[in-house]
């Protein structure tokens, strides 16, 4: 069972990498990957921690992009930890967040949340400070009444919390993972909110750059939305990959894991000569 994308308390999941990777295993998960926001802290601990639960371990990490003045996320995949390029990509990215952090917490402590800062980086302990984390304290101090409400009201694009950034290009975050000599991998292309025909313009400016796969299957896509998506990635020679994009227990509606096969035809990431255990990763 392949899961090749998930989250940990290194960015905004609620477990730490080697509580997730025990979870994984426990869901029968028998290859991996952790693929935190923009960085790759979690990296070493998770795969201790798959080592003790005898899973292939992989390393990833989700690179934030601005394309067409939208987000997009790419995931990377088997990539050498130590590339300089990579790394220093990666640490922009982090100064970022933190400035857009800070940003939010001014926005928020307006909204009635006290010391918003200090407690956001109490909350994020050892990772990074994340719009999750805001949310939590907007519940907490009785501005809203759930994760839910927090985003809409809040947090979302265009709402008074939201503080726009600029995160890396299309073209230099396909060009780090694989100067890195990984995979770079669209990940959920319906999870963006997009019209069909900006989901495919996205999906063709991924393609125009480089990129070598699209993530087909995850927690929250229907069968038809994975059959169109494996249409898409087919027209643009992508193979195909799967992840369920796990950030907490709470995700009731998702578990690690819990993915079905991709549609027939469709090449698998897994099977890209990259990937660890190419050949035996089914």
Known sequence: MIDLHAHSTRSDGRLTPGALVARAAEAGVTTFALTDH????GLDEARTAANTHDITFIDGVEVSVTWQRRTLHVVGLAFDRGNAALTEGLATLQQVRRDRAKRIAAKIE??????????????????QITRPHFARLLIEDGVCRNNNQAFKKHLRPGRDAHVTVEWASLDDAVAWIQGAGGIAVL???FGYGFSAAWRRRALAAFAQAGGDALEIC???????QEITAARDAAQHGLAGSAGSDFHAPEQFWLGLGRLRALPGGLPAVWHDPRFPGADAAN
């Open 38 to 41: 923009d960085t790759i802290d």
């Open 218 to 224: 995850t927690g929250t896509t229907d069968r038809q």
């Open 110 to 127: 307006k909204l009635g949340v006290a010391d918003a800062w200090s407690r956001a980086q109490a909350l994020a302990a050892a990772g």
């Open 187 to 189: 990940a959920h292309p």
